[in-house]
């Protein structure tokens, strides 16, 4: 079957004959080197670029003032307060954490069931990874309230403190599971970069930019002993990422889930965080790949099919949510305990049904668009879209934070949590962090793993074997 | 550089042909009569028909987790469109295909919660809540009325074997149709298919893993339990699905066309299913216990003591600690020989997970029956001929509904437009 021309520039076809191309456009292996590296090397980024840069700084910076003024004033400054001691800062906490789990499942995951269709988008979402995480880490962080003794939370021996982070604690575990999580998705992220980098010192034509690089890349020669150690570390990093994927938003559901709070204490949690990380973390890849595959003319290494792929992967985890909604309910029910029932008939008609029901239109009934070709393929709605699931999701643990924690067991303590305007500035500014950073990994960092890229398309593989 | 790619299946036989017959006449004859021997031999036993019936729900729940995971394994294929598993993707379809056989199989547990309530018997046979006693004292009101009765699930199980009579008999026909007349289209079509199968093989499954096997205690709940039970299915498919391509190859069927890259892969998916169930059965265990919710412990109680502590600490290193070690390393994983051992040890263990939910629970109910007022006895044997004989049975028996569905047809989808690929398929 000869290939047509159309099928070079559409790749959605889904023929069980033949595999579609992964690159269109009918690039090189030279073109792609180019596409990527012309982001790096042009002399001034896009307009849009400098726009967007701008409002991320803003935001930046008033997470920064509003930051000094916790600092200074003390956690009193939010709306945390008798009964919903957790509000705003662990459900933003919760949020950041999960948008942080697409980039490491892409390249740790897909890597293992042999998706070569991630070779695209790894690089990019694991940056988005590594930037959710910082933001995710920064709520617990000054959530402590005393951020000049943040160093507590470690077990470190000393002789001032005669006490120990409980170890029973999960607030401990999570401690050491985003840490691990954050320290092996950078490792893992630096060390794919290694190859890409030294492709962009050789480029450099400026001596400063080179020496740059040059550091960056430890000195990548290219050698095929430097490759055959560098797929070696790649497939043992992959293996030990696989399960911290898992096991981060795992230990973030058992701060909930070992209490007794109904509604927070159901054994699906762990599960059930994993599958709504993964889909809120592809929603927040599909919000910002779509137009910086605009921004930076990458449509041709970003294709539609990398899009529909993940649409598709967002309508699978968004049903996965659904279910454990459902089941939560039905369980609710089944199980005879009043206080149980009584909880889940208060999430969906109590004083919070706006919130339950804007999670749930977001999560569940919205992305099920995503079964249509049309929709799947349009990069305006996928985009729509996805910023629903992530408004969707942001809510979901509002609704488990907030509401489960406004109605305990003594009714004499009910009471209707209100935000404060630092409680929605420092959410608002943690896009601000999050934004400067991807804006700055797009204009100086390898965008596309160029080397991945290269060994997946058609001319690559056959010389491969 | 490379050799020719091969596109055709060079195996001189693919199928189970003449074979098929008295496997399924040996099979087929010995397990109905150990099954009838465990029966009879029931009536010896401390409480009779009532421990006979638990030993076999577990066998059933073992048998149907393992076709259930199989039928799962044929959706996913399609629905990630793989082509690595094209060559041995047949032996699944037809794991699949003995879902209808297993419904028969389904008759005994049926009778079990519908009798009693037809004749008016109040004895307790299997499931407590069939027990009006219990239900009306016991459990919540609306739960009985609406749940938890012989009427509705009979209702559901019809409906779930319904499902899978569909969803697997679809994926099979289609199948062995393009095996005749090699029209890639049916491959687009069964694609096409398989996203809302999958809905509808998760819906189903939720719902019968808490009838089958959660409510056997009946006042117990946990949202995470059919994950518990889908993954436990996921690992037994596996296992069988490597043990059937096994035994098929030392018979000289099947020939060079499956490779140890397959077995590799496959044993990668078991390695994952281990480290998955582990994690699931982690994660219910940890919170129940860490809460200490009187109503959600009762489950692990019984488990955990009285004998049964050795047998869950069995589980954890035999089902967990263990495998994840011996499944680790990639030799091990490409050795047919070596997988001839660590699957059958697994599929000890799966079994002996089915094993470890249900039998306590028949401890458990004769106890709380008796604080109702109807002293049944103690139960006192664990393991003894019937349950050997119960296995055995069924074991024959499905390897009669399996020669049966195979029949003398090709074993390997012969012109799935994938086929090509698999039959290259290299692990890097």
Redesign the interface.
Known sequence: MATTIDEVYDNTWDDPRKRSPLVTGGLDYGQVTSTVTSIAEAPAPPRIWYILMAISLCLLGMLGVLLLHLIVSGVGVWGNNNPAFWGWPIVNFVFWVGIGHAGTLISAILFLFRQNWRTSINRAAEAMTIFAVVCAGMFPGVHIGRVWVAYWLFPIPTEHLAMWPNFRSPLLWDVFAVGTYATVSTLFWYMGMLPDLATFRDRAKNKWKRMAYGILCLGWTGSARAWHRYEMAYTILAALATPLVLSVHTIVSFDFAVSQLPGWHTTIFPPYFVAGAIFSGFAMVITLLVPARAMFNLQHLITMRHLENMCKIIVATGLMVGFAYTIEFFIAWYSGVKTETQTFIMRAFGPYWWAYWTMFTCNVFIPQLFWFKAVRTSPIAMVVISIFVNIGMWFERFVITVTSLCRDFMPSSWAYFRPTYVDIGMFVGSFGLFMTLFLLFCRFLPVVAMAEVKSVMPHGDEEHH | ??AVKKTKVTSPNVSLGDASGSLVLLGGVGGLVLIGAAFAMSFFVANGVSSFLHVYLVNFLFFISISLGALFFVLIQHLT?AG?SVAVRRIAEVMAGTIPYLAILFIPILLSVVAPSIYGASEYLLYLWVNPKYSSEI??P??AAY?LNPTLFGVRAAVYFAAWFMLSRYYLNRSRIQDENGD?TL??RM?FWS?PSV?LF??TV?FAS?DWSMSLAP?W???????YFFAGGMLGAFCTIILILLMLQKRGILGDDVTEDHYHDLS?FTFGFI?FWS??AF??F???W??N?P?ETIWYQPRLNNGWRWASLLLLCGHTLVPFLLMMPRTLRRSKNYLWYAVIALLAMHWFDHFWIVMPQMFVSFNDLAELGTDLGTPKHIFGPVEACCFLGMALLYVAFFCWEAGDRPLIPLR???LTESLNH?VH
């Open positions: 550089m490379h469109r690595w459990l919540a609306d739960k749940y890639h491959t687009t694609q996203a809905l998760a819906i939720i808490f006042i709940f946990s949202t995470i339990w059919p994950v990668k480290f994690y699931i994660s219910q940890i919170l129940i860490y809460a919710i109503e799935d437009p994938r290299k």
